[in-house]
């Protein structure tokens, strides 16, 4: 007996605006200090998840007791249940592998979805050369965003908040743990290394604050200095090799700029003399020296363990010239005068006047979300820079408030940890989120965050990653939930690190420090104040990467809901696509996506440029039809008309579903898959190759024209579902 079928189709319209604008206006350029960021240290490829814990999220209505039995069954317990999510982090049992967990929670019936908790990283290239001037704002050679103009229709008001993910943002003073990793017999310090636990061998990370740069500091004056000058001190250390390093520095113009003069890693745990280090070159000049430590946590050395995060003793210093010795110091009284860190976090002294909404840091489970790496104070900047205060740079919309959410360390951070930041950000009041991190992985945990937060009504802007890669990072891969933002450069391409695909939405500028294209003998980089070395080290730096792009669009669409606050994300996603600054041919690619933001024009757009309508009933029902047979709507035709264009129609169509089973798309009928086309009329036809990829109908169709869709459908030739199976088409119009 041949099974029969009953087909239905649901078309839906969207219409996108378009406004164009040729004006380019020159742009501000104030002086600004130069100095020098130390670059960071490469480490060893990154894992992708967590390597002890898997996140599993159960049914809704499941109880408790069922829960905890199958927890107990597979030997995993709970270390985070999110308030948000309701996804649970489960540690699994030794000599179990992060898959084989998945796989098994997968397959009980209880599991809505098992996966890794994959880390996520800034999607910042770090850079240690500066650039004098802000020309991603406005230039008068390409333009840039052109705020200039923009800044004369608003500038933000602070019941718009922006939650900026990230490594946290430098908002506060405030005082870090007291935990040390450079010690010198207690003498400065005051404090032991591992605040003081006697007990090193953490098994997880501790989850301490200070994993930033410590450092003990003297001041010698060398200008009476005769003959050769030489350093010398004894040390031990036991580090995780590559990754947690002290450094010896020297600096001639009183902490401006470092020298290094030696690097230590790994382990010597036997004390050691460094003797007659030559520093002869800083004769007849008052320098600096300094004993710096830089530990990452986050890592282990393969032992299982994290107890070399690490420890840098310093014994015995002495500075010895021709006539004998200048300066010595047993480092166990406390009498040479070092200064030790303070330890403390400071707010960048310009963001003193940007305004700031509370926030949560789920790095260290606190609410100080504190910036320990540099890279989320950087986005905060462009977003709300305090402006027009004769100090250094400026922010896009100043006036604008920022919700500092901490989801990253300087290792990164995990899906648990964004999502929590997501929800949390999402019920908080913020109206904006922007995330300049990524990952490659997809992720059910992240997927249904930004579903949520876009649900109530928060607009997701996220970094699309700096692979050059054919595809966005996640969570700006999602594409019904999120924008996705590349990067150009100064010369307003595509800048060579920026990822690219069908998930790319715009480009904004995110720079290139690999260029100079306007001559002036700096780097093209992305300019905001930020620290460097330490938490105290206040600059203007110059960043590169689709993180740098990514809050110029979430503060462009923060000046649109100052405009407007009954804007939804939907509205904001279309107002900046349809005002966009087109680089080369019209219309979406996969290089620049709608192509580079546009402040001016999506400010100044107040109606959409373009309207459709749908003239027919948007259901076409194909009734009952026999397995491997073709229909088409020749009786049931789509009619779109055109109210404002001319426009370009474009369409796509999900994989068909009965609700449980689903037939793919492809070239040709098989098993459990259809052949589905479309065409503007009966003779010619197009195939829905790939799921919810938009396809050509018609271009240039004129205002108060109508055009026509038709659909044909070959069923599958088997199937193991008799049940009524449906499809969407979606027509998306678009100005040429």
């Known amino acids: 007996m041949v099974k029969i079928y009953k087909i239905l189709i649901l078309v839906l319209i969207i219409g996108i605006a378009f406004i164009s604008d040729s004006n380019n206006k020159g742009a501000a350029q104030l002086e600004l200090p130069i100095f020098v960021k130390e670059e960071k240290d490469l480490k060893a490829p990154r894992p992708l998840y967590v390597s002890d814990v898997i996140i599993v ?19 995993v317990l709970e270390k985070h249940i999110s308030p948000f999510g309701k996804f649970r982090v489960l540690k699994i049992p030794q000599g179990k592998s992060v898959t084989e967990m998945v796989e098994i929670f997968k397959k009980n019936p209880l599991v809505e979805y098992a996966e890794p908790n994959y880390y996520a990283y800034a999607s910042m290239i770090p850079n240690d050369l500066l650039y004098q001037y802000q020309w991603h704002f406005d230039n008068p050679v390409y333009g840039g ?55 090193p061998n953490w098994a997880v990370p501790p989850g301490y604050s200070n994993y930033w740069d410590q450092y003990l500091i003297h001041e010698f004056d060398l200008t009476s200095a005769i003959g050769s000058v030489t350093l010398s001190f004894r040390h031990k250390y036991d580090t995780e090799n590559l990754y947690d390093y002290g450094y010896l520095e020297v600096s001639d113009n009183d902490g401006a700029s470092w020298t290094e003069l030696a690097t230590y890693t ?24 300094r004993f710096r430590f830089n530990s990452d ?53 310009d963001l003193v006047n940007s305004n700031f909404v509370a926030g949560y840091d789920f790095i260290d489970d606190d609410p100080h979300p504190n910036d320990d790496d540099s890279h989320g104070t950087h986005v905060a900047g462009t977003i709300a820079q305090s402006t027009n205060n004769s100090l250094g740079v400026a922010g896009i919309a100043f006036n604008t408030s920022i919700m500092p959410v901490k989801v990253l360390g300087p290792a990164g951070g995990t899906n648990q940890q964004v999502a929590d930041g997501i929800y949390y950000a999402a019920d908080n009041g913020a109206d904006i989120i922007n995330m300049s991190l ?24 996220a970094a699309c990653g700096n692979s050059n890669t054919s595809f966005c990072d996640y969570p700006a891969a999602y594409d019904d939930y999120v924008i996705a933002v590349g990067a150009t450069q100064y010369d307003e391409s595509r800048a060579p690190y920026s990822n690219y695909g069908s998930s790319l939405d715009l480009v904004a500028p995110g720079g290139n420090i690999g260029l100079d294209q306007n001559g002036d003998g700096f780097v093209d980089g992305v300019l905001q104040n930020t620290f460097g070395n330490t938490l105290q080290d206040w ?29 939804t994300p939907d509205d904001i996603k279309n107002i900046l696509q349809s005002t966009v600054e087109d680089k080369g041919a019209t219309g979406w690619d996969q290089y620049y996506g709608y192509r580079l933001l546009d402040a001016y024009a999506a400010l100044s757009s107040s109606v959409p440029a373009v309207s459709i309508t749908l003239t027919t009933d948007g259901l076409v029902e194909f009734g009952t039809v026999g397995l491997g047979a073709t229909v088409d709507s020749s009786s049931d035709v789509q009619t779109i008309s055109v109210g404002t264009g001319p426009v370009n129609l474009d369409v796509k169509s999900t994989i068909f579903s009965d609700g449980s089973n689903i037939w793919a798309l492809g070239s040709n009928n098989g098993i459990d898959q259809v052949k589905w086309e479309f065409a503007p009329d009966i003779s ?33 030739n088997e199937s193991s579902s008799s049940n009524q199976h449906s499809a969407t088409v979606t027509i998306i119009a678009t100005a040429p």
């Open 57 to 75: 999220k159960f049914k809704s209505g499941i109880n408790e007791n069922s829960i905890k039995g199958l927890e107990q069954a597979q030997g």
């Open 145 to 199: 965003i052109k705020m200039e103009q923009a800044w004369d229709i608003s500038t933000g008001n602070s019941g718009v908040v922006v939650a900026v993910l990230d490594t946290g943002v430098a908002y506060e003073d405030y005082p870090t743990d007291k935990c040390w990793h450079l010690d010198t017999y207690n003498a400065y310090s005051g404090y032991s290394w591992w605040c003081g636990q006697n007990n």
């Open 266 to 289: 790994g382990n010597s745990h036997a004390w050691k003399r460094v003797r007659n280090l030559d520093i002869t070159a800083y004769r007849g000049e008052t320098i600096l020296l």
């Open 297 to 349: 946590y986050s890592y282990s050395d393969g032992d299982g363990y994290y107890n070399s995060d690490g420890a840098w003793y310093i014994d015995e210093v002495e500075i010895e010239d021709g006539s004998g010795t200048l300066f010595s110091d047993d480092m166990e009284s406390g009498a040479g005068g070092w200064q030790v860190d303070s330890l403390s976090f400071q707010q960048a002294p």
């Open 438 to 461: 990524g990952g490659p992985s997809p992720s059910q945990t992240l997927e249904d965050a930004v579903a949520y937060a876009y649900n109530n009504g928060v607009t997701v802007i």
């Open 539 to 567: 600059n203007y730096y110059f960043f590169q990467g689709t993180s740098m792009a990514t809050p110029h669009v979430s503060v462009v669409a923060a000046l649109l809901l100052s405009q407007n606050s009954s804007r």
């Open 684 to 716: 010619t036809w197009s195939t829905f190759f790939t799921p919810d990829t938009l396809y050509d109908l018609a271009n240039n169709v004129t205002e108060g024209a109508t055009q026509d869709l038709y659909l044909r459908l070959t069923l599958p």
